[in-house]
DNA sequence: GCCAACGTTGGC
DNA sequence: GCCAACGTTGGC
């Protein structure tokens, strides 16, 4: 089982977006970036474990908890000429983007905030840390370790 | 809204 | 294949 971090944007996708979905499933899509595109088409499995992360936000930092629950496939927004995520160069044949699904589990019951991850010296080595910019990246075993504890008390109660 | 740190594009 | 110009991400 390997850990990942996915980022979104709460304003247009959080993690209680992912929770209101059918069956708390939902589709990954919307990968524009040929790294985190080559993780979800070669590297993610399912059963393995997501870090839900809320960025571009007034608080940005890990919300909550999900999984991996099917196998890669073609994104289906990069064949429809009305969405954003629109390619051009994409064709049924020969698909360029992917998406995957992925299942809510839970809140954290803290969310923990960028500023305390880059202030824990058991995190500073993630990749959020040190090249925040990929939006999909892997997380290692100890720093999920550390995550799924820091967060499962209410620190602010 | 600013800006640093990338990633992508395209001319040569 | 280099690299300048441009676009995007994302924290602050």
Redesign the pocket.
Known sequence: MQYWLF?SEPDEYSIDSLKAEKNSIGRWDGI????ARNLIRDDIKVGDGVLFYH??CKT?GIAGFASVVSEPYPDPLQFDPESKYFDIKATQDKPRWVSIDIKYESHAKSFLP??TI?ATPALDDMVLVK?????IQPVSKDQWAFIVNATKTDLQR
């Open positions: 980022k524009r970036n040929y790294q960025s571009s940005v960028l500023t880059k090249r925040s910019r990929l939006s």
